[in-house]
């Protein structure tokens, strides 16, 4: 499968690609800054530079094109509400459209644990640009006839990965970005789980036999 991984230089990004690589996929993971280049490449994806933010629709078209998946991973990092709402909802939108014209049908999306259009998170608090941005990527693409599944993992951590988490939670946790990683691996191998919200903390499943389930 050749895959766009989008946010490439992200550190769930960088944690993904070698295992979608040793998967026998393709990886063009897409970076904005040519300096990440190199360490995006010793992943064994190859880099792709384009600035996700002043793409049009000719210009996604083009960088996804002949792409069999897309797994969005990028996000603007917080702080700027209007470059939140630019990268984690205007761009991941126009990822989506893209994706269906060119044909890559397979969509993973990264989101958030508790993510929805009734997040309920307050205009004031500095969290709210992120939340809306993110629901109505997740809505928006949960309305596409992409074959999506969004991966809603909890609080990030750096800890190892176990290879195990606790899916469909009732409570937001913890979980290493590592562990993160796998699933974006699990999903990609699992088309099963298309048209799946899969939330999750670190917990005791391992990846695979967890989102075996739900399939």
Same mark, same amino acid.
């Given at each position: 499968?050749?895959?766009?991984?989008?946010?490439?230089?992200? /550190?769930?990004? &960088?944690?993904?690609?070698?295992?979608? *690589? $040793?998967?026998?996929?393709?990886?063009?993971?897409?970076?904005?800054?040519?300096?990440?280049?190199?360490?995006?490449?010793?992943?064994?994806? /190859?880099?792709?530079?384009?600035?996700?933010?002043?793409?049009?629709?000719?210009?996604?078209?083009?960088?996804?094109? #002949?792409?069999?998946?897309?797994?969005?991973?990028?996000?603007? #990092?917080?702080?700027?509400? $209007? @470059?939140?709402?630019?990268?984690?909802?205007?761009?991941? =939108?126009?990822?989506?459209?893209? !994706?269906? @014209?060119?044909?890559?049908?397979?969509?993973?999306? *990264?989101?958030?644990?508790?993510? +929805? &259009?009734?997040?309920? =998170?307050? $205009?004031? %608090?500095?969290?709210?640009?992120?939340?809306?941005? /993110?629901?109505?990527?997740?809505?928006?693409?949960?309305?596409? %006839?992409?074959?999506?599944?969004? &991966?809603?993992? +909890?609080?990030?951590?750096?800890?190892?990965?176990?290879?195990?988490?606790?899916?469909?939670?009732?409570? +937001?946790?913890? *979980? +290493? @970005?590592?562990?993160?990683?796998?699933?974006?691996?699990?999903?990609? %191998?699992?088309?099963?789980?298309?048209?799946?919200?899969?939330?999750?903390?670190?917990?005791?499943?391992?990846? #695979?036999? !967890?989102?075996?389930? *739900? =399939?």
């Amino acid at each position: 499968m050749d895959i766009a991984l989008i946010g490439g230089h992200g /550190k769930v990004a &960088l944690l993904a690609a070698p295992l979608l *690589v $040793e998967a026998g996929h393709t990886v063009h993971s897409v970076i904005r800054n040519p300096a990440h280049a190199a360490e995006v490449e010793a992943t064994g994806a /190859k880099a792709v530079l384009s600035d996700i933010e002043s793409l049009d629709a000719g210009g996604w078209d083009e960088l996804l094109r #002949g792409k069999d998946a897309v797994v969005w991973s990028a996000g603007a #990092g917080g702080g700027d509400p $209007e @470059r939140t709402i630019a990268v984690d909802q205007r761009a991941a =939108i126009a990822s989506m459209d893209a !994706a269906q @014209r060119v044909g890559a049908s397979r969509y993973v999306m *990264v989101s958030y644990f508790g993510a +929805s &259009l009734e997040h309920g =998170i307050p $205009e004031s %608090e500095p969290f709210h640009a992120y939340a809306e941005a /993110k629901a109505q990527a997740d809505a928006h693409l949960q309305g596409t %006839e992409l074959a999506w599944t969004i &991966l809603g993992p +909890s609080g990030l951590t750096l800890e190892e990965p176990t290879g195990r988490i606790d899916l469909g939670a009732p409570e +937001s946790g913890t *979980v +290493s @970005r590592a562990n993160v990683a796998r699933t974006i691996a699990a999903a990609i %191998e699992r088309p099963g789980t298309a048209g799946k919200f899969l939330q999750f903390n670190d917990g005791e499943q391992e990846i #695979g036999a !967890a989102f075996d389930t *739900v =399939i």
